[in-house]
């Protein structure tokens, strides 16, 4: 495909608009604040700081995501922790048994990005990032769904930070619970079935008539952070706010979904349709990232005291 008709990230272009004067003045303003309040990050997160909340919910301007996701994601902190140096992974001569199945998940990987096609320098970064973590998490190995994750990463930084945010996620995020016992993700979809009930009573009705419970359709989002269905520009908006609200913003994003698909998903009239519905990957192409925001942050409240709640109810559903 011509490289006009691609975006900055690879992808074939959308119906964006480009920002008029006025807008990149706006823009390039925000750039200066979140500038002014990169060294205070740490301590802003550590007193869950309203400013910075508001400021991730807006978004990450695009010319310095790359300098705040590492200050969000506790970088610094991740490599003091870690036994063992990206350059000693990637260097090592472990034979990691999981390297058939990467090289083949790899390849499988965004088919419509073209920086991401096989031989290309990013998808051979793609493949080294991912065997580095099958060597660090041993116990869990590789896990199919990490490859959109770690490949929409990609596309934003270089493979040693993407290596450490993948071992953030895992460590700091809990997100290894998800990756190394699937069942793990049981408590989410419980979770998540109470909240669907509670904001979108319509919805579940429909899903309790097909039989569908949360696992159909949103396994693949809670495994691949919604990287494999959300297009970039979406997704980037979504992991800004997950970096500091943690997993409630998965739940959020998932009901603003289910909300957005909502019309579509009442005049189903089969199970297999509603999961089409559900696992289209090109609805959201050309939809407003700030509505999508906005819908999940605004529509959808609870705590993360209401979550825990819904944990330990299906902890207990597991004791009987």
Known sequence: MNPENRDHYGFPKQNTQTPSKEEMLKINARIEKWRKMIPKIPQLMTNNDSKLKSRLRK????????????CLAEIDQMKIQAKRTYKELIE???ISPHDSQITLDVMRTFQSNDLIKMDTITSQSLFTVLRAISL????MGYCQGLNYLAASFLLLMNDELVYWHLYSLLTKYGCIDTYINPTNTLKYFYALDILVKQFLPDLHAKFTKFNIVPFYYAAEWFITLFSSILPMQIFLRVTDI???????TTFRASLAILKIRKEEILTAKTMEQVITILKDQKFFNNFDPDKFIKIAMKDFIFSKKDLRKYYDQFAATQKK
């Open 59 to 70: 978004g990450i301007p695009e010319g310095i995501r790359i300098l705040i996701w590492p």
């Open 92 to 94: 090592s001569q472990e």
């Open 136 to 139: 660090t998490f041993q116990d």
């Open 242 to 248: 997950f970096w500091y609200e943690h997993h409630k």
